[in-house]
């Protein structure tokens, strides 16, 4: 009898998904020795030695993921390898859309957002994106969520699902372990300014960086010398972001890196003054996890997400007005009572996304559904 991860959407680069995995699935794994697991994956192949574990097994699934014909054939593959697979099948969890349900054993599905839907203007594409998640969804068994918001959004388009929160963790351990002979290296390596507002994200266009350019260009203007770094691998908005920096002239004070490993990450978290988070729309927001465990004040979207995740304990701003950003950015680096105090309140917070907390509710999930 086996449990089936199927994680053949995830790669080698760094993700909110990929971290999750990492971190609450292998408590599933350890806390039940006594069961099988077999996880599927694709060009993620560290995996195995993450989930180096006795009673775990391995199947490379041989079609990649980079578009949705590769997806199709890859979830055929899968569906027809679990058909003729020689031990029992008890749970099947998905992550990514579409999947084949298998009548066989009971299909989870893990979702992070809705964010086609959500971004999707026309009025028949958004029909076709509602029907689209409507379709898996409703063939799912059990639904796994990151967040209250999410999981009432997609409630707002379809009912009667069996819908779970879990929300996403951290490991503190991770930036407590940073000395400053490690900050001092990072430093020197990337030529990094003495203060920095930070930033973290792939330069797509939800993550509302052409805006937050906008808003440093208005400091500089005030006078207000504001270094901003970016850190994310190239997307669907890079080549904007990058000609907006130029023709604004802020070469001197907006920095990209890509390609930074985990560590390096941390790092610049840990150097930073303030971290700001402009997006649009997100299912959870691990930056913000992140922040808090780097005792960093942060500057956030008025999203619903954000507000949950910190409890409106933050300074929020409206995404869309470029002025609001530069306004609640000017305040949050010269206001240091406010800093202090959200520093502390973050100091408390983060205690409830620690890898204790949630891999309790994702094994009593998993053991309940069994």
């Given at each position: 009898m086996q449990h089936v991860f199927d994680i053949s959407c995830l790669d080698m680069h760094a993700s909110g998904a990929k971290q999750r995995?990492?971190?609450l699935y292998s408590e599933i794994i350890k806390k039940n020795k006594n069961?099988?697991?077999?996880?599927?994956?694709?060009s993620f192949k560290d995996v195995k030695k993450y989930f180096n574990f006795p009673n775990v097994t391995f199947k490379k699934n041989k079609f990649g993921q980079h578009n949705y014909i590769n997806k199709i054939i890859s979830i055929i593959y899968i569906y027809f390898y679990?058909?003729?697979?020689?031990?029992k099948v008890i749970t099947i969890e998905h992550f990514t859309l579409p999947f084949l349900k298998i009548r066989s054993c009971l299909n989870i599905f893990?979702?992070?957002?809705?964010?086609?839907?959500?971004?999707?203007?026309?009025?028949?594409l958004k029909i076709a994106y509602k029907f689209f998640f409507g379709y898996f969804l409703k063939r799912a068994d059990n639904i796994?969520?990151?967040s209250h918001t999410i999981k009432k959004e997609i409630l707002s388009y379809f009912s009667k699902l069996k819908i779970t929160v879990v929300y996403n963790t951290i490991n503190l351990d991770l930036f407590n372990k940073i000395t400053k002979k490690n900050l001092r290296a990072v430093k020197k390596k990337y030529n990094l300014p003495n203060e920095f507002i930070l930033?973290?994200?792939?330069?797509?266009?939800?993550k509302n960086y052409l805006r937050l350019?906008?808003?440093?260009?208005?400091?500089?203007?005030?006078?207000?010398?504001i270094n901003l770094i970016i850190v994310g691998q190239d997307s669907d908005e890079s080549k904007d972001i990058y000609k907006l920096i130029k023709k604004l002239k802020l070469t001197v004070n907006i920095k990209i890196f890509s390609n930074l490993n985990d560590f390096e990450v941390r790092c610049f978290y840990k150097l930073s003054k303030l971290f700001v988070f402009p997006s649009m729309y997100e299912g959870f927001g691990i930056p913000i996890l992140?922040?808090?465990?780097?005792?960093?004040?942060?500057?956030?979207?008025?999203?619903?997400v954000f507000r949950e995740i910190t409890e409106n304990k933050y300074i929020y701003f409206d995404q869309y007005d470029p002025l609001s950003i530069a306004q609640n950015i000017n305040l949050a680096t010269k206001d240091k009572e406010l800093q202090k105090k959200m520093i502390i309140y973050g100091n408390k917070r983060i205690k409830n996304f620690t890898l204790d907390n949630q891999k309790k509710i994702i094994i009593k999930f998993y053991n309940k559904i069994k």
């Open positions: 995995f990492l971190s069961k099988n697991y077999l996880i599927i994956y694709t679990i058909f003729f697979i020689r031990y893990t979702i992070h957002d809705l964010r086609r839907l959500h971004f999707s203007n026309l009025f028949l796994i969520v990151v930033t973290v994200g792939h330069l797509e266009k939800r350019i906008r808003a440093v260009d208005i400091l500089k203007k005030n006078n207000e010398n992140e922040s808090m465990a780097s005792k960093l004040p942060m500057v956030l979207s008025n999203t619903k």
